[in-house]
């Protein structure tokens, strides 16, 4: 499968605890994205990556998220002291900047649950 | 600042029966893109269309056609005898160039057999 994956698919974890997300793009996209989508809403921005350089930073993200994407292949995003108000889908996308306009492509997300 | 408005949440049609979705999009920047995303029950987003800002040719693909009036500023999505696995949420998204896509809140399809 060539696509994006990401890990895990569901995340449960307490209100404080850190959570870790894993995110592997399309071979050859340099370009990558983190999203967050809530019940009955569209995903939401959060960052985007062009190689291993973070270009944009959301609003949304807070100073408990933090995202990295070392070599320019996979990405993480990191959660810390996570909230009730965290519990979302976080996707993340690739796109490459030769295919085409910022056609990307999703992954299937990870679901976070914070109780 | 831009917004994609779905004002319909959601729609249900029985199989067969043409349905449309509406898409309005509000920006200040003359070059943009527009998308269709489908978004089934396993919560993958599927690409469908991208339509950039001085292509106002209204195109089909199989089933699917989709008309993009800068007029009116809306990028409406049609399905031509739905059928049962059209069901999924329907996203239109829009780009200005930041890279970042700005994403309506969705329109669910229900498709009955």
């Known amino acids: 499968d060539t696509g994006v994956s990401q890990d895990p698919r569901h995340k449960i974890t307490k209100r404080g605890q850190n959570v870790t997300f894993r995110c592997d793009p399309i071979?050859?996209?340099?370009?990558l994205y983190w999203y967050r989508q809530t019940l009955g809403q569209g995903p939401e921005f959060l960052t985007y990556f062009q190689n291993e350089a973070q270009l944009e930073k959301s609003r949304l993200l807070s100073d408990r998220f933090s995202a990295e994407r070392p070599k320019g292949s996979f990405s993480t995003l990191e959660i810390q002291r996570t909230e009730q108000g965290d519990s979302a889908m976080y996707l993340c996308a690739s796109s490459s900047q030769g295919q085409g306009i910022n056609e990307q492509f999703f992954g299937p997300g990870t679901r976070l649950t914070v109780l | 600042a831009q917004k994609v408005t779905q004002a319909q949440t959601e729609i249900s049609v029985v199989e067969k029966e043409d349905v449309t979705l509406d898409c309005v999009y509000e920006?200040?920047?003359?070059?943009?893109?527009l998308f269709w995303y489908k978004q089934p029950p396993s919560g993958e987003l599927v690409f469908l269309i991208r339509r950039n800002s001085f292509d106002e040719q209204n195109e089909i693909s199989g089933r699917y056609s989709w008309n993009f009036q800068k007029s009116t500023s809306s990028f409406n999505f049609t399905i031509t005898a739905s059928q049962v696995v059209d069901s999924a949420v329907y996203f239109c998204a829009l780009d200005t160039g930041r890279r970042a896509l700005t994403f309506g809140s969705g329109t669910r399809l229900q498709v009955q057999p």
């Open positions: 920006t200040r920047d003359t070059t943009y893109y």
């Open positions: 071979s050859e996209h340099n370009r």
